[in-house]
C-alpha cells in the first residue's frame, strides 16, 4: 500500500508541476502505462477499428486510433425500434423521496479520513424515462432488457447512433431483441447530491427503486412484459453509473446477471460513510469480490489510459480510476468470473472515441449465451 501510495501522489505531483488543468480546474491525471508494475497481463490489439473477440474473456489493450462503429449509422431496410418517454416526479415515488442537493464541496472528516463531512438540503426533482422497444416486439412476450444510467435529463433528447446500434445488431442477430431503459439520474454529482446517493451508495437501494418505481411504470405505459429471468436483464453505466451497474447486481443477482461499464467508478466515493463498506465501491475489489463466492455475473470494464486520478479533495489512495479498475480485472480473474476489460489508449475519463469504437463489441459480449431465435 505504501508504495502504490507514493507512486500515485509522485504522479499528481508531476501533473501539478506541469501545470495542466480540465475545464473544472483540477490537475489533469497523467497517463499510465498499460505494462506498469502491478497491471494485469493483457492482450494489444493494435489495429485501427479492431475490438477484442466478442466471445473472448481476459484483458485486452485498443487504441489510440479509433474508428467509430458502423453499426452506429442507420442502415436502409433496417427495421427502427420507437423510442418512447415519460417522466417521473420525486413527489410520486416512496424511495429517494425527497433527494438532496449540496450548495459547496464537503471537506474531509478529521476524525475519519475516508469520507467528507458535506451540508445537504432536500430537493424535489423530476427524472425522465427513455425506452427503446425493438422493432416486431409482441405485447405479452417477456423481453429481455438493458437499464443503462445517466439517461437523457429531458424530454426529447436520447443518443440515435444507440438505437441505431441495437437496430442492427438485433437484425444481424448479434444480441436478442432487447427493450433499453435509459434512466435519469436526479441531479448534481458525487457527495452530497442525488446522484452521488443513487449511484455511489453501496447497497441494492436502487435496484429496488428501479424495481419498484421504474419497471412497473415501464410495463404499464408500454404494454410492455419485461423478463424476471436474470439472465436476461442487463445494467450498464458510466463512470458512477459504472459502479452503480455493478452494485445492482452485486445486491441483487436474482434481478441482474450481466454488467457493462466504462470508466467504472470503483474508487471510495460513497456517502454518507458506511462502516459495512468503509472503502465505497473501492470495497469491491479490496474485499467483497475476493471474499466472497462467485455470482453468476457477467462483467465487462473499461478505463482510459488517463482516466480520472483524485478528482477531488479525497486524498485516501482510493481515488485512481485506473488502478481500480486493474484491480477490478485481477479480482474477477482469480475468482473464475466472466470478464472482460478493454484498457483505451488515448482517451480519458468516458472513453470518448473508443466507446464509439467497441461499444458494439462489448454489447455481442455481454450478451453472449443468451438464446436468440433463428441464430
Wanted: net charge negative; hydrophobic share 35%; with cysteine.
Amino acid at each position: 500500500m505504501a508504495s502504490r501510495l507514493v507512486t500515485v501522489m509522485t504522479l499528481v505531483m508531476c501533473t501539478l508541476a506541469a501545470g495542466a488543468v480540465d475545464a473544472a480546474g483540477r490537475p489533469t491525471p497523467p497517463t499510465r502505462a498499460y505494462d506498469a508494475p502491478g497491471a494485469p497481463p493483457f492482450t494489444v490489439i493494435d489495429k485501427p477499428g479492431v475490438n477484442p473477440p466478442a466471445d473472448a474473456d481476459g484483458n485486452f489493450v485498443i487504441g489510440p486510433n479509433y474508428v467509430p462503429a458502423p453499426e452506429r449509422n442507420a442502415v436502409a431496410g433496417v427495421p427502427q425500434g420507437k423510442v418512447e418517454q415519460f417522466e417521473i416526479n420525486s413527489k410520486e415515488t416512496k424511495t429517494f423521496n425527497p433527494g438532496i442537493a449540496r450548495e459547496v464541496f464537503g471537506t474531509v472528516d478529521p476524525n475519519n479520513p475516508k469520507t467528507l463531512i458535506v451540508e445537504t438540503h432536500k430537493i424535489d426533482y423530476t427524472r425522465t424515462i427513455t425506452v427503446y422497444i425493438p422493432a416486431g416486439y409482441k405485447e405479452g412476450t417477456a423481453a429481455p432488457f438493458i437499464v443503462i444510467h445517466d439517461g437523457p435529463r429531458k424530454i426529447g433528447g436520447w443518443d440515435k447512433s444507440f438505437t441505431n446500434m441495437l437496430d442492427n445488431m438485433i437484425a444481424q442477430k448479434r444480441i436478442p431483441p432487447i427493450v433499453a431503459i435509459w434512466i435519469a439520474n436526479g441531479g448534481g454529482d458525487a457527495q452530497g447530491h442525488e446522484r452521488g446517493k443513487e449511484y455511489d451508495t453501496m447497497s441494492g437501494a436502487y435496484a429496488e427503486y428501479i424495481q419498484d418505481e421504474v419497471l412497473t411504470r415501464v410495463e404499464k405505459n408500454y404494454g410492455i412484459t419485461l423478463t424476471k429471468d436474470p439472465e436476461g436483464r442487463a445494467a450498464m453505466g458510466s463512470s458512477s453509473g459504472g459502479s452503480c451497474a455493478l452494485a445492482m447486481a452485486w445486491y441483487h443477482p436474482e434481478w441482474y446477471h450481466r454488467v457493462l461499464t466504462t470508466s467504472g467508478t470503483f474508487v471510495n466515493q460513497q456517502w454518507p460513510f458506511n462502516p459495512e463498506t468503509p472503502d465505497g465501491a473501492w470495497d469491491f475489489h479490496e474485499k467483497l469480490i475476493p471474499n466472497s463466492d462467485p455470482k453468476p455475473l457477467r462483467i465487462f470494464i473499461s478505463v482510459g489510459d488517463h482516466d480520472l486520478l483524485n478528482p477531488n479533495v479525497m486524498r485516501d489512495d482510493m481515488h485512481d480510476w485506473v488502478e481500480a479498475n486493474n484491480r477490478m480485472a485481477k479480482v474477477l480473474k482469480a475468482k473464475g468470473y466472466h470478464y472482460q476489460y478493454i484498457y483505451c489508449l488515448g482517451v480519458g475519463h468516458g472513453l470518448g472515441a473508443a466507446k464509439a469504437q467497441m461499444l458494439p463489441e462489448a454489447m455481442e459480449w455481454l450478451w453472449q449465451g443468451y438464446p436468440i431465435a433463428g441464430k
